[in-house]
């Protein structure tokens, strides 16, 4: 299984960027995909989770600004992010989970990982 996450770039506050995560290995509408972000000398943190019924779960922090999608034929993972402040500012992992599963906030549960890809917003 594969993950290849981008999409990541340098914005100005109040800017938009949409990630993308190419899954291969594995047909992505059966498992729960998340997103999580992790700053410098912080934890990982959960962002977006999708379930294999496309229900949604957002991170209090991003709620009403991003959105997760998935786009079945193309096997990828998306999350527009809309209202991008700088406390935003990660690298930001896509990650895949268990089959036929509901969404989750706990990184653990994951098993699958992408490279990670650096949201930089500027004030």
């Known amino acids: 299984v594969q993950l290849q996450a981008s999409g990541g770039g340098l914005v100005q506050a109040g800017g938009s960027l949409r990630l993308s995560c190419a899954a291969s290995g594995r047909t992505v509408s059966r498992y729960v995909m998340g997103w999580f972000r992790q700053a410098p000398g912080k934890e990982r943190e959960f962002v977006a989770s999708i379930s294999w019924t496309s229900n949604t779960d957002y991170a209090d922090s991003v709620k009403g600004r991003f959105t997760i999608s998935r786009d079945n034929a193309k096997n990828t993972l998306y999350l527009q992010m809309n209202g991008l402040e700088p406390e935003d500012t990660a690298v930001y992992y896509c990650?895949?989970?268990?089959?036929?599963?509901?969404?989750?906030?706990?990184?653990?549960?994951?098993?699958?990982w992408g490279q990670g890809t650096q949201v930089t917003v500027s004030s």
């Open positions: 990650a895949n989970g268990p089959p036929y599963g509901g969404t989750s906030r706990n990184k653990h549960i994951y098993d699958y």
